[in-house]
């Protein structure tokens, strides 16, 4: 099973919002999916337009999931994606 980190949309029309979720590659945008990692609001004003679950992210890239193009820059953002390169980088240097 391939699983990837993406983005369900919900709200109504015109007014996007949108679930950070971890799901199988193989179901649809807005289908079942895994786990709720988190929130975007792009049309919102404020700051608090993007939350992550960052234990539970760092979690799923961990254990393989796929980050999809906008949820990678959503990640990379919140430096998310640097905090998964460093736990790697670790991990490799551990093992030597």
């Known amino acids: 099973m391939s699983v990837k980190i ?3 949309r919900v709200g109504r029309r015109k007014a996007a919002y ?3 979720v971890v ?3 193989r179901r649809a945008r807005d289908g079942r ?3 709720i990692l988190g929130r975007y609001q792009p049309l919102q004003k404020e700051d608090k337009q993007i939350y ?3 234990e539970r992210a760092l ?3 961990k254990d393989g999931a796929l980050p999809s193009d906008t949820v990678r820059s959503i990640f990379r953002k919140l430096g998310i ?3 998964f390169h460093e736990m790697n980088q670790a991990r490799r240097l551990a093992a030597k």
């Open 6 to 8: 993406r983005m369900a």
């Open 18 to 20: 949108f679930r950070i």
């Open 23 to 25: 799901a199988d590659s």
């Open 33 to 35: 999916f895994i786990e």
């Open 52 to 54: 992550v679950n960052e």
């Open 59 to 61: 979690k799923w890239l």
């Open 81 to 83: 994606m640097r905090k």
